[in-house]
């Protein structure tokens, strides 16, 4: 298969975010991150492209997942809180600093990440069809082959 490439392309030191291509917040999460990761050391696919199931089904992982956010990096599978927190986690001063809140109990982040993905679409719309990343930034989409 021709997107088994992508996910091959990965070591384990390479974090893979999964995103929800339709959601305009986690639009802005990946903008957001593409503009802090001066090492471009991030990859990212849409969480339903093949390239990101492939890359769930590599993690070993077969039940649902959150639709919003998903960090694949050093060989585990990361949700929710937990996702956004070591995504801030390997980005450059100051955004590591938010990693803090992991002592915040998980099930109480938990709470609040899921208050604000059940009302992401609500409060910061929806986009019709996926972002297309520039051709610059292209390399770094592993699913880069299905946004044409």
């Not at 471009?40 to 919003?68: E, N």
């Not at 604000?116 to 880069?144: E, I, M, N, S």
């Amino acid at each position: 298969m021709r997107y088994s490439r992508g996910v091959s392309e990965l070591s384990q030191d390479v974090p893979l975010l999964l995103f929800d291509g339709e959601c305009n917040l986690c639009h802005g999460a990946v903008q957001f991150v593409l503009r802090r990761d001066r090492t471009q050391r991030f990859r990212f696919a849409a969480l339903r492209s093949a390239v990101g199931q492939q890359a769930i089904a590599a993690a070993g992982v077969t039940g649902a997942l959150p639709d919003s956010m998903v960090l694949i990096h050093r060989g585990r599978l990361h949700v929710k809180s937990g996702a956004a927190l070591r995504v801030a986690k390997l980005l450059p001063f100051p955004w590591p600093l938010a990693f803090v809140f992991w002592l915040v109990p998980s099930p109480l982040r938990d709470l609040v990440y899921a208050f604000v993905a059940r009302h992401r679409y609500r409060w910061f719309g929806k986009r019709q069809a996926c972002w297309v990343p520039t051709a610059a930034l292209r390399a770094r989409f592993l699913d880069r082959d299905e946004r044409q």
